[in-house]
């Protein structure tokens, strides 16, 4: 079976780790091999922040090699151009351009309206095992935006 | 049961599930998630002032017939190395496992020494994972070769290997049994004095040769038998690296990697026509075996210089030690908006100050528009440096010398600065800022003595600096908010360069990530 590469990029408070967090958890429960890997420490203080996840039968190294990734999505249009050499040709870039940022209704939920972009790309994982993780990783008054986000973002195109 | 799960995850399973009677450690990237994921099992861990303090509450611990876990990052092992070199001769009856979370390429780190050095320098045996199911097996391993050798054990991690997520089975199905404390006394074997360390030494070799066959056995062995033409030889994360880069080709994975199991090594290496060493680091293996006669290729020297990955190990096998071309850099960290050491910063700039820096968020300090760091080599270092400079410096340079350490750093291994200035006084006098932002930042804001709260965030004694710095013998000590009177820190702190006083400025106010969590705190 084929690996899938998929890695997110922003800034540091961008809700980078958060999503592919919920990514790799959704993965897991669908059974999939999984790893996740990124480098912690300096994230907070607003620089660049990358996370990577590699899913499929079987995974060895945690990082995705250059040039490998399927998916790169970005949250910060000033990191397309530090991230785009870990996407291969032909791979999936999705910026902020790509989601309707008109129907975003808090800033810092635009995580997960990408996550719902990146989503609509692996039809291997089902819609609901998202709603889900979503849900667990959110307090009670931030779940309904957030699955809300998520499903505008998954629909857009 | 299955987890997706951190090598620090995994690992304060794995000590939970050993029955770990205490974890100890100092926070450091990327070591400090263990001892709070640890607490949030329901195991019992502390933050300790410096790595050296928390290495001796373990040996403590371990000697009263504790199983203890001490952790802390590659630096951190530097400044607990005199323990460590002793407690190697002497061991302990209860099982102390050190965690070194080395951190190749520096993601947040002043070096990339490799402690896998350690084990060889001070004769313990080491462990080294290679993802997060290693992590927790080669954990309960490790207790289980303290306890047979009475041996403290080398726990090496790196950066990668802490913090990816992999799926890892958590195997004991129930927690060992938590052992109970009893001290028997034993000299000739805890109390390392000439007569009694000479035994000790003679024991600890003898040890070691027993180890080296013990990992004959292949129990943290991987052998992948592949291509005769081709095989390698390796360690921790470059092992996944190579089974992506390099599927053809046979490999021998090392799992204890000190002491080495060198027959099982020689009998790899010599089945295969090429034989090639690819770890992380330094030539730490390469090194041991040359030493033992065993013919293997090293890694080309550029290979040494930061952290692997597919793409690099596919070029090492190549032969092709060309630098990788720098990509576009991404944006650096920097202090957050709202941060009070901005306006510290800006003041001690617009003076012209000569900044003795010390390890922190305030590091940071060394960016545009501050460019308010001029020195920092490790933690504590800001004052001792500062002092040596206004040692040496004309007297109108040296008036300029400032020395800026944080909070936790002052705590950490500041102190003996300040006992070393009001006793070797330079003829100027000398001023330390304390960047007093209540909490331990850089690493993720975990608390520390003075922060009034333990790991596990029960209420605990807070040191005051106040006290620490005037029982010293500072001539002076003002306690100031530089984001609320930026100009009265400025005269403040020209009066104390002007004068030849030894001065501490305690700069208070708390970091806003600080006063995010307490707010959090209040809420449950």
Request: glycine share 8%; hydrophobic share 40%; proline share 6%.
């Amino acid at each position: 079976m084929q690996i899938t590469n998929i890695v997110v990029s922003g800034l540091g408070g961008q809700g980078v780790l958060k999503i592919t967090d919920i990514l790799a958890e959704v993965i897991f429960n669908q059974n999939f091999d999984v790893k996740k890997s990124e480098v912690h420490g300096m994230s907070q203080r607003g620089g660049s922040v990358s996370s990577e996840v590699r899913f499929g039968e079987k995974i060895y190294s945690p990082m995705v090699p250059a040039g490998e990734a399927d998916i790169l999505a970005v949250l910060d249009v000033t990191q397309t151009e530090v991230a785009l050499p870990v996407l291969k040709a032909g791979g999936i870039l999705i910026t902020p351009d790509d989601v309707p940022l008109d129907q975003l209704k808090n800033p810092k939920a635009l995580n997960t309206m990408i996550l719902g972009a990146i989503s609509a790309n692996l039809p291997q994982l089902p819609e609901e095992a998202f709603v889900t993780a979503i849900e667990n990783a959110f307090p009670e008054k931030l779940r309904a935006l957030n699955v809300e986000m998520f499903k505008i973002g998954r629909n857009a195109r | 049961m299955k987890f997706f799960a951190s090598g620090n995850e995994a690992v304060a399973m794995a000590a939970f599930d050993c029955g770990v009677n205490l974890g100890c450690g100092y926070p450091g990237t990327p070591s400090s998630e263990i001892l709070d994921e640890l607490s949030k099992l329901g195991g019992a861990a502390e933050w300790a002032p410096n790595e050296k303090c928390a290495m001796e509450v373990a040996i403590g611990c371990a000697y009263a017939g504790g199983r203890a876990l001490v952790t802390m990052k590659h630096v951190g092992l530097n400044v607990a190395a005199d323990p460590f070199f002793t407690i190697a001769y002497s061991g302990t009856p209860g099982g102390l496992v050190v965690i070194s979370a080395d951190d190749p390429g520096m993601a947040s780190s002043q070096n990339e020494q490799d402690n896998r050095r350690y084990a060889i320098a001070a004769g313990v045996p080491m462990f080294e994972p290679a993802d997060s199911q290693e992590c927790y097996d080669f954990m309960c391993a490790a207790f289980e070769l303290a306890d047979k050798f009475r041996s403290p054990v080398l726990f090496r991690m790196t950066t990668r290997v802490c913090h990816s997520k992999c799926v890892l089975e958590r195997r004991k199905a129930t927690p060992d049994a938590k052992k109970s404390g009893s001290f028997t006394k034993d000299p000739k074997s805890n109390v390392m004095v000439p007569a009694f360390a000479k035994l000790a030494h003679r024991r600890m070799r003898a040890d070691l040769k027993t180890m080296a066959q013990i990992n004959e056995e292949g129990k943290y062995t991987r052998i992948i038998e592949n291509s005769s033409e081709f095989g390698i030889i390796t360690s921790g994360i470059a092992f996944q690296h190579v089974l992506d880069a390099a599927p053809e080709a046979s490999v021998l994975k090392l799992g204890m990697t000190y002491p080495l199991p060198l027959d099982t090594i020689s009998k790899f290496a010599s089945k295969v026509k090429r034989c090639l060493i690819i770890d992380e680091g330094d030539p730490v293996l390469f090194e041991q075996l040359k030493a033992a006669g065993i013919e293997v290729e090293n890694k080309a020297e550029e290979f040494r210089f930061g952290e692997l990955n597919v793409a690099r190990v596919r070029k090492l096998i190549a032969g092709d030690d060309t630098p990788d071309a720098p990509g576009k850099p991404g944006k650096p960290p920097q202090l957050c908006v709202g941060c009070p050491h901005r306006k510290t910063f800006e003041v001690i700039r617009d003076l012209g100050c000569i900044v003795s820096g010390d390890i922190g968020c305030y590091t940071l300090g060394v960016m545009p528009p501050f460019n308010a760091i001029d020195t920092c080599v490790c933690m504590g270092a800001s004052v001792t440096v500062g002092l040596g400079m206004r040692h040496m410096l004309p007297e109108d340079e040296a008036r300029k010398v400032v020395s800026v350490i944080g909070d936790s750093t002052f705590l950490h291994t500041g102190i003996n600065g300040i006992v070393e200035m009001v006793y070797n006084r330079p003829k100027t006098g000398h001023v330390v800022i304390i960047l007093d932002n209540r909490i331990t930042g850089m690493t993720g804001c975990q608390e520390n003595p003075a922060t009034g709260y333990h790991l596990d965030l029960t209420p605990a004694y807070a040191v005051n600096f106040e006290n620490i710095v005037k029982g010293i013998g500072v001539d002076n000590c003002d306690v100031i908010d530089t984001t609320a009177e930026p100009e009265k820190f400025a005269e403040l702190l020209k009066t104390r360069l002007q004068s030849n006083d030894c001065s501490v400025i305690i700069a208070r106010r708390p970091c806003i990530l600080a006063l995010a969590k307490r707010s959090k705190m209040e809420k449950k």
